[in-house]
Every structure is written in structure tokens, then in C-alpha cells.
């Protein structure tokens, strides 16, 4: 296997992209398919380290693994205003177009990636390029509004910030001077002053407008003709996208969850990692080589069905086994109904007149977790006996027999309110025989949203309606002897940002209930995977291991509720090209329990480089606040060049809140 550290791939414009490139030593003689993954995230230092766990793994099984930066990062030339621009995808065909063509490439080209790299492998997919022959796409989705980083259910996510803040601090990176020499300066310069505030765009699309809908590929599945391999963990924020593309995509599909966070399956965390590497490569010799490896004779759909585990905010391993489904919907799946009784009973009775009120204090929420699990320390749910208190309550009586779910569980609620804006969680626990709650899976609702996310509508106080909140779907046991548990509550921060106004939410229980998708049949399928294989690691020196922190504090004069993370993405010397990099990260979301208007949040990004002489830093701080009509916006940028600093630049913008 032979490595090519930087080679550039022109673009129609003149736009030259930066790749590096793994081979087979003979590629040249013997021409093999390519493997395409197409990211921001700096193929020379901040993928570094698990590109070379992976790509040159997969090269030395006879493939040409292409790790390409978009346009405007790493050693890319551009810039890159936004996520899956239309630019971005004519220059991710126009590269497919380009690798088919090397001496090295037989023609045919499959596309891999995780997170960004998934998105756009299959918006890439719909758009056709006559080389691309089959999509691995990982902690991905088909639907930009409905399940990625910015909305869920209609309510805006935190996470919205936080993954708006992280692209403010990357865009804030030079390309490295060693690729492109003296240009790297104006190449940098450019980036500070013209690659934009994202957050601002984000927030003024509130709604599933034509801007989410671009890159949604559930608006015509249809046009993704190849097979896809979906695959995410149910700590992951995107499961639910791997069920719809299993059932939706009339290409050949596959799909796989595990029980990991946002990670690569042979990375996952929690365990048991996988061996993934070798299960991707059968999906590549099955569809880019023709060989027959079995891989499309066995159930489309594989999951791990977890076992209890104590509540905890971070996990190394969940117990439990994989179980396989022949289809999805899954002839397995028997959809068991529950009502909400008058008493907390679930499964009990309710009379017509019955009313049960929720106004909870707007700490439930803060020990939820973040809605996309890092497997960081913390970005777990802890013990949900904290947010029972300030929420509505209903359980079974203890389970005579072990339960098994499989997919999503759905709430149907009948409720009034007493404010045009209103919000509702639904959290599904398994409370264990010492009261100890793990929560299993939730859902969120808008309920201004409640008939439609393009065209929602304000709530009038006192009338009547119905609505359904959604849970992410999930593989889960309960045992014999525990309780099940749904948790109903009218905010959720920091999960979601809170509605305008204090709100009571009113439920009619004798019409409302919980759907569970109780799982039947054989549950013991063969565990064929071994444990996770991968190239030998990249050489790098840490001065400062990775660490991370989470905490939840209340202020005892004022009530403040705060909730604080930190992550030290390390700081590190990258051994064969002597390239230092260090990120370092804090979030800090706070909110009074009873005025929803209190609420705050804060990313602070600090990133530097150095080699030799010369080094640069760059420190990003962006704060979202609100008041009832907008949201607020104050972020600042700072970059030095060595000890000058070369920018200090500040943006404040208000955007209209719209039913949200």
C-alpha cells in the first residue's frame, strides 16, 4: 500500500480540492475501484489520526481510498458558506467524474462517510453521477428538518448551536502552509472574513422550508438508484433515518444499528464495537467487484437489542445481543396500546371528564443528556427520577415476564392549553425494581406543529386537539419484575429551546395513550461479528490527552439551573509531518425554572496550530439568548497570526421567532 499525502483535484471553475490518497502498490498496472469520503473536517490533522485508521485497511483489500476536503477547508481551496450547497455537490460529481478517470480506478466508485460524510454520499446518490456505484452512509439522514441537528419535532435543538459553533471555529482554520505554500495566508484570510456566520442563516428557517428541503432526499427517494448501507447506534441523534431508508429506498438497502454514539461502528462507543472494516468491505466487493459475499442474502436489517443498564451519563459498554428483521415494517412487531390512566396506572382507566395538568419548572430537561451522544462524559441521560418530579407520571405494575421493543414507540395525546406556543416531551423509562429510571428512548413535539411542520399553526387557550409525538426508535429489553414508565412534560431544555411563555398543559387521559412495538418471535440470531480490526495507528504525540467534563448546578439565591460541558479535544504533535493542533471546547446553558425567557446558551471554541515558527489561534464565542418575538445572537471571532492578532470581529443579529 503506498500513501500520496496531498494530491489536488481541479475543478471545472479552476478550484483545486485537496485529497490524500491510499493505493494498492500496483493500482497503476492493476486498476481498482475507488472509495470517496468527502468531509470539512481537515484531512491533515483533525481526521488524521482515524483516517489512517481505516483508509489504508481498506486499501491493502484492493481499493483506492480517496479522503477529499470540501471546498474552502483543509488544504481546499474556496470557500464554504454553508452545509450541502449546490456547490458542494457539483464538486463532489465532478470528483467522482475525476478519480473514475485515474490510471489507478477501474471506473467504478462507491462513497463512504459518517455524519457530513453520510449526508452527502447520499444526496451524491440522488444526483446520479454515472461512476458512483454503491453509498455506505453513516449517523446520517434522509431528512434535514424532521431528524438532523437543527429541529426534532418542530422544537428548536440546542444542539443547534452547538453545531453551528463548531463549524464557526473550523472555518477559522488555514490550510496548511507545507500543501500550499505562501498562499496559505490570503487562502486563510479569506475564510475569517467571508465564510459567515451560520447560526443566523439556520435560525431564520424555522419551518421545513425549500432551505431544509434541499438535501433531504426523502423528497425523492426514488432518485437514489444504488444500494445503500445506512448505519447509526441508538445513542446516535439519527437512528431513526437508517428504519425509513431500509423501508423507503427501492434500490437494494441494508441497514445496521448498534448501540454506539456518533462513531464509526469498529469506534463504537458504547460497546461492542464491531468489526466493521471488514463488514464495509463485503458491502464494496459485493457491489464494486461482483463478489459474492453473501452480504445481500442475509436480513436487510440488523440491530442490537440492549439489555437494562443502570441510568448513567456515559457508558464504555451496554449489554444485550444482536437480532436481525427480514423487513422493516417488521412482520415481528406486534404494536401493543396502552392507556394513560387517571391514577399514573399505565394501562389504567380514565373517565371522559378526567383532567390531569403538567406546568413543569424548566430544569426537566437537564439531566437529558445532549441530543446526539459523542460517548463523551455526561452526553448520556442520567437517572430520570429528577425529571419525574416535574413532570406527569404513568407506569405499569411490575412485569411478570421479560418485554422486548423494537422500533418506535408513539404517544397520542387529546390536550388544551393556555398559550398559542406550547411544547411537550415524552420520555419511555425502564424503572428497575430500586427506583433507579434509565430512560430508553423520547420524543418532542412543537405542538404549533402538530398537523404540519411546513405550515404550523398557533394553539388557541381552551380548545380541544389531538396530536402524536414521535420517540426515536429503539432496540430494548425489560426485564422481568422492572416497570415501564412514560414521563410527559412541557419543556425539555437543554434538549430544546423552551416556548415564549409559561405554559399548563392539560390532558384528557381517556384519550390518550402509548403505542409500544412490542418485539415477537425468535430473538436469538448468530453474532457473526468479530472483534474490531482496523491499520496500524498513526504516530502522535499527545502533550494533553482528550478529556471531557459535564455538570449540572443549581444557583441557590436565584434558582438558575446550569448545565456545563467541556472537551478537551487534546493537544497533540502529529509525528510524520511535526504539525501541533489543540481544540478545546465549552458549553454552558443556564434558564430560571420559571421564565422560559431566561434562557441561555454559550460555545466557546478555541483551536490553535503551530510548526516551527510559525503558528496561528483562532477563539470563536457565539451566545443565543431570547426575548417572546426573537432570538438574539452575539458572537465574536478572534485570530492570531503568532502574537499579532490579524482579526477580532463581532456579529449581533435578532431574527424573528416564528411559533417556535
Not at 106 to 117: E, M, R, T
Not at 229 to 251: H, I, K, M, N, P
Not at 306 to 332: C, F, M, V
Not at 526 to 550: M, T
Amino acid at each position: 500500500m503506498r500513501e500520496i499525502e496531498h494530491i489536488e483535484i481541479p475543478m471545472p471553475d479552476g478550484t483545486r480540492l485537496a485529497a490524500r490518497v491510499w493505493l494498492p502498490e500496483d493500482a497503476d498496472q492493476t486498476p481498482v475501484p475507488a472509495i470517496l469520503e468527502y468531509i470539512p473536517y481537515r484531512k491533515n490533522d483533525k481526521t488524521l489520526e482515524r483516517d489512517h485508521a481505516r483508509a489504508p485497511w481498506i486499501a491493502a483489500r484492493g481499493y483506492a481510498y480517496v479522503r477529499l476536503d470540501i471546498r474552502g477547508s483543509g488544504e481546499s481551496e474556496g470557500l464554504m458558506t454553508d452545509e450541502y450547497t449546490s456547490a458542494e455537490l457539483q464538486d463532489g460529481c465532478d470528483a467522482i467524474a475525476w478519480i473514475a478517470e485515474q490510471a489507478w480506478c477501474d471506473g467504478g466508485v462507491g462513497i463512504v462517510g459518517i455524519s457530513w460524510g453520510g449526508f452527502n454520499g447520499l444526496q451524491l446518490a440522488a444526483l446520479q453521477p454515472p461512476a458512483l456505484k454503491a453509498v455506505v452512509s453513516i449517523c446520517s439522514t434522509d431528512d434535514r428538518y424532521a431528524d438532523d441537528i437543527h429541529y426534532m419535532g418542530g422544537a428548536l435543538l440546542c444542539d443547534h448551536l452547538s453545531w453551528a459553533s463548531v463549524m464557526f471555529g473550523i472555518n477559522t482554520l488555514p490550510p496548511d502552509p507545507a500543501h500550499v505554500g505562501e498562499r496559505w495566508r490570503e487562502m486563510w484570510h479569506q475564510r475569517l472574513d467571508e465564510s459567515g456566520l451560520w447560526l443566523d442563516e439556520w435560525l431564520r428557517h424555522q419551518t421545513r422550508d425549500a432551505f431544509w428541503k434541499h438535501g433531504s432526499v426523502c423528497e425523492d427517494i426514488g432518485a437514489i438508484k444504488i444500494p445503500v448501507y445506512a448505519v447509526s447506534g441508538w445513542a446516535d441523534g439519527y437512528c431513526r433515518a437508517v428504519f425509513r431508508l431500509v423501508e423507503t429506498l427501492q434500490a437494494p438497502a441494508k441497514g445496521i444499528v448498534g448501540p454506539w454514539s456518533h462513531k464509526y461502528p469498529h469506534l463504537g462507543e458504547p460497546g461492542p464495537a464491531i468489526d466493521w472494516l471488514t463488514e464495509e468491505t463485503r458491502w464494496w466487493d459485493h457491489w464494486l467487484k461482483g463478489v459474492d459475499t453473501g452480504i445481500m442474502d442475509e436480513d436487510p436489517l440488523r440491530l442490537f437489542l440492549q439489555d437494562h443498564a443502570k441510568p448513567s451519563g456515559h457508558y464504555a459498554q451496554r449489554a444485550g445481543h444482536w437480532i436481525t428483521e427480514p423487513a422493516w415494517p417488521s412482520p415481528n412487531i406486534d404494536r401493543q396500546v396502552f392507556s394513560l390512566g387517571t391514577n399514573g396506572h399505565l394501562g389504567g382507566d380514565a373517565e371522559p371528564d378526567d383532567r390531569l395538568q403538567v406546568a413543569s419548572p424548566l430544569w426537566v430537561g437537564s439531566h437529558a443528556g445532549k441530543w446526539c451522544s459523542y460517548a463523551k462524559r455526561g452526553d448520556q441521560p442520567g437517572d430520570q427520577r429528577r425529571e419525574d418530579a416535574g413532570s406527569l407520571v404513568f407506569e405499569t405494575a411490575p412485569l411478570a415476564e421479560d418485554t422486548h421493543i423494537t422500533g418506535d414507540a408513539t404517544v397520542t395525546l387529546t390536550f388544551q392549553v393556555d398559550r398559542p406556543v406550547a411544547q411537550v416531551a415524552a420520555r419511555l423509562m425502564d424503572v428497575a425494581p430500586d427506583g433507579a429510571a434509565t430512560r430508553v428512548s423520547y420524543g418532542v413535539l412543537n405542538l404549533t406543529h402538530r398537523d404540519s411542520h411546513e405550515t404550523p399553526e398557533a394553539l388557541v387557550p381552551g380548545e380541544t386537539y389531538s396530536a402524536e409525538v414521535e420517540m426515536k426508535h429503539v432496540a430494548q429489553t425489560f426485564r422481568a419484575g422492572h416497570r415501564i414508565r412514560l414521563g410527559l412534560s412541557n419543556c425539555y431544555f437543554p434538549i430544546i429551546w423552551p416556548a415564549p411563555e409559561p405554559v399548563t398543559l392539560t390532558l384528557i387521559p381517556a384519550r390518550c395513550t402509548l403505542t409500544l412495538p412490542v418485539r415477537t418471535g425468535d430473538l436469538m440470531v448468530p453474532d457473526r461479528f468479530d472483534p474490531p480490526r482496523a491499520a496500524e495507528p498513526l504516530e502522535v504525540d499527545y502533550d494533553v490527552e482528550p478529556h471531557s467534563g459535564w455538570s449540572v448546578t443549581e444557583d441557590r439565591n436565584t434558582g438558575r439551573v446550569v448545565v456545563e460541558s467541556f472537551d478537551h479535544e487534546g493537544a497533540a504533535r502529529i509525528t510524520p509531518h511535526d504539525l501541533f493542533h489543540s481544540a478545546d471546547v465549552r458549553e454552558r446553558y443556564s434558564v430560571l425554572p420559571d421564565n422560559p425567557l431566561s434562557a441561555e446558551g454559550q460555545v466557546v471554541w478555541m483551536h490553535e496550530m503551530s510548526r516551527g515558527d510559525w503558528s496561528v489561534k483562532s477563539v470563536t464565542d457565539t451566545t443565543l439568548i431570547c426575548d417572546r418575538d426573537a432570538f438574539h445572537i452575539a458572537a465574536r471571532l478572534r485570530a492570531w497570526e503568532g502574537e499579532a492578532l490579524v482579526r477580532d470581529l463581532e456579529w449581533k443579529r435578532s431574527i424573528p421567532r416564528h411559533l417556535v
